[in-house]
């Protein structure tokens, strides 16, 4: 991030925090607006910087040059490397190299995958163990019998899978220039669309044929001494208009004091620039802007992770949710991505039919909860 933003950053700060103590709210309004479209920018600006550099042209690795082949001619090449082609399909593994890449660029780019547990499995007939407690104890003396206690009941839990495809489109004329790096724009289009795809299903996926998401459970408003498992705490704001400082202190402190040390909001950035104009009971903003530049301002002391598939307020809406999403989320991959390169489908275009298949599902409910809009 260059200096004339940091700069201008601090100054609209400056700005917009005077405006809501002078109770000027159209300009207040106007201010917190152009604050998040800055903030949006220099996120963006970020995550440019922060993906993968993609070399053009590479020659000293024999898969990478058997791929670069392969996507300008769909030929099968057959290197001793290689053990996974699809000569009956077309079809083509992409390599580990431009794997790792689309894997790396999707983290950057999707905000669950960065905040969530992700594991890689081999089958989707994949069971998480969880227990639900029960184990109990007693005092007993020196000399007492010590009779058999309660253990903990455990339960299954099964992601849901499905594969995501993308099918990026390159004329033959393209494919006719040596100089354009085909590779590089296959793996810069299939991570945003990948990205994107599984952005919206790790929140509300509906578990068909995709991961089932965050916000896609059933909610009560019991708290987790009273509440079944498998059920999340929502919290309720109290104003059908506006999410409020006191409600966010209560969801805040809803979360058990164990997961707590690794929790953070996860909001738009709609609802994010509501939330940075609340002041506690004393007049102190509940957002805190960092001062050191690349550390992210905090509220109520936790992180803010922006995803604008969150809903945006709204009665009955939930906008945002705070946990330790680490023990709340699974994301299971299915180890591997693979290519089929089609010249017919869509002539004069040849397309770069990728596939992966993911899974997704709440594990821990009682590791995060919902601030619930009212009605």
Not at 280 to 287: I, N
Not at 288 to 314: C, F, K, R, T, W
Request: aromatic share 8%; glycine share 6%; hydrophobic share 40%.
């Amino acid at each position: 991030m260059s200096a004339n933003l940091n700069t201008e950053l601090k100054n609209l700060e400056t700005e917009f925090k005077s405006a809501v103590d002078r109770a000027e709210t159209k300009q207040a309004d106007a201010l917190n607006m152009a604050l998040t479209e800055l903030r949006a920018e220099i996120k963006a600006l970020e995550t440019a910087a922060n993906r993968p550099a993609i070399v053009s042209n590479i020659t000293t690795d024999n898969e990478t040059k058997a791929f670069n082949m392969y996507l300008r001619g769909g030929d099968s090449v057959e290197i001793k490397q290689m053990s996974a082609l699809v000569p009956a399909e077309g079809g083509y593994t992409v390599p580990k190299l431009i794997d790792s890449q689309i894997q790396k660029a999707v983290v950057d780019i999707s905000p669950m995958r960065s905040v969530a547990r992700v594991i890689s499995v081999t089958t989707p007939d994949f069971h998480i163990p969880f227990s639900v407690g029960g184990t109990a104890s007693a005092w007993v003396g020196e000399k007492d019998a010590r009779p058999e206690t309660a253990a903990s009941s455990l339960v299954e839990i099964v992601p849901s899978f499905g594969e995501l495809y993308a099918s990026p489109f390159v004329t033959q004329t393209i494919l006719e220039d040596s100089a354009f790096d085909i590779a590089s724009f296959v793996t810069s289009e299939v991570a945003t669309e990948f990205a994107r795809a599984e952005g919206a299903a790790f929140l509300l996926g509906d578990g068909v044929k995709k991961p089932k998401g965050l916000l896609n459970v059933t909610t009560a408003f019991t708290a987790d001494s009273t509440r079944a498992f498998g059920t999340v705490q929502a919290v309720k704001t109290g104003d059908a208009a506006k999410i409020t400082a006191d409600s966010i202190i209560a969801l805040v402190h809803s979360l058990k004091a164990a997961y707590r040390p690794n929790a953070r909001f996860i909001m738009n950035k709609d609802t994010l620039g509501q939330v940075r104009m609340l002041k506690d009971t004393t007049g102190r903003y509940l957002w805190q802007d960092s001062l050191q530049s690349g550390v992210p301002g905090l509220l109520a002391g936790y992180e803010v992770v922006e995803a604008e598939d969150m809903p945006n307020i709204a009665a009955n809406s939930t906008p945002i949710v705070f946990g330790d999403f680490q023990r709340a989320y699974t994301i299971a991959d299915r180890v591997g991505m693979s290519m089929l390169y089609n010249p017919y489908i869509a002539q004069p275009y040849v397309t770069y039919q990728t596939r992966k298949r993911v899974g997704g599902c709440v594990v821990d409910t009682a590791a995060y909860k919902l601030l619930k809009i009212a009605a």
